[in-house]
C-alpha cells in the first residue's frame, strides 16, 4: 500500500494514503480529541466538533481531513484550540457531570478530553440546562443514562452492524437523544442484549449492570 510522508505537530511521520488526519496521528501517538469517529466507518460524521486541528493556518476537522504529501498539520493551534475548547464546554452544558458516582470514572473519554484540552469538566462558560430524562435500565445486562449520552453514534452504529438496528436517533436540536423505535424501553425494543453498544460508548451513558 501506498505511503505519503507528513508532519504533525512537528513530528514526521508516514501515513496511508487516503487515509484520515486523525487516525494517522492516533497511530503515532498524537493525541486529538474524538468522540464520534470510526475507523469502520467509510465517510465519517464529524458531529462531535472535537477534533480540530490547523492546516494551511485553516481549521478543519481531522476525522474528514484526507493526508497528502508534504502536509503540515498542527493540532495545538489556536483557533483549533478555541474550537476544540467550545464544542466541548457546549457539550458539558447539557451533560450530567457525576463523576465520582459514575461507573465509567477513569475510563470516560470525556475526562481524557477535557485533561487534554485544559478545561474543567465543570466548566461555567455556559449556562448548565440539563434534559433530566429518565434512566432506562430495562435491559438485565446494561443502563441506558440519556443524561450522560453525548450523541455520539456509536451505539447506533454498532447495533446496526450486529444486524439489529434497535437504537436510533430521534428529535432535533436540544431534544435529540439517542433511543429505540417509538422510544420503547430497551427490554421491548429488539434488543438482543449483544452489549456492543456499551462496549463502544465512550462516556458512562451505557454501562454494565454489577453481576
Aim: hydrophobic share 40%; glycine share 8%; aromatic share 4%.
Amino acid at each position: 500500500m501506498k505511503t505519503v510522508s507528513l508532519t504533525i505537530d512537528g513530528k514526521d511521520i508516514k501515513a496511508r494514503q487516503g487515509q484520515k488526519v486523525l487516525w494517522a496521528a492516533l497511530e503515532n501517538g498524537i493525541y486529538i480529541p474524538n468522540l464520534c469517529a470510526l475507523r469502520e466507518k467509510e465517510t465519517q460524521d464529524a458531529s462531535c466538533r472535537l477534533c480540530w486541528v490547523e492546516i494551511k493556518g485553516k481549521a478543519v476537522t481531522a476525522c474528514t481531513e484526507t493526508v497528502e504529501e508534504g502536509m503540515v498539520v498542527n493540532t495545538r493551534g489556536q483557533a483549533a484550540l478555541r474550537l476544540a475548547r467550545t464544542a466541548l464546554e457546549l457539550l458539558l452544558a447539557s451533560n450530567e457531570v457525576d463523576c465520582a458516582n459514575c461507573p465509567a470514572n477513569g475510563a470516560c473519554e470525556l475526562q481524557n478530553i477535557a485533561a487534554h484540552l485544559k478545561v474543567k469538566l465543570k466548566t461555567r462558560r455556559f449556562k448548565k440546562i440539563l434534559r433530566n430524562l429518565e434512566v432506562d435500565s430495562s435491559s438485565p445486562e446494561f443502563s441506558y443514562d440519556p443524561n450522560k449520552c453525548v450523541l455520539c453514534g456509536r451505539c447506533i452504529w454498532a447495533c446496526r452492524g450486529k444486524g439489529i438496528g434497535a437504537l436510533g436517533f430521534a428529535h432535533r436540536g436540544f431534544n435529540r437523544r439517542m433511543t429505540t423505535f417509538a422510544d420503547r424501553p430497551m427490554a421491548d425494543s429488539g434488543c438482543l442484549d449483544c452489549v456492543e453498544c456499551v462496549a463502544v460508548c465512550p462516556t458512562g451513558a451505557l454501562v454494565l449492570k454489577k453481576s
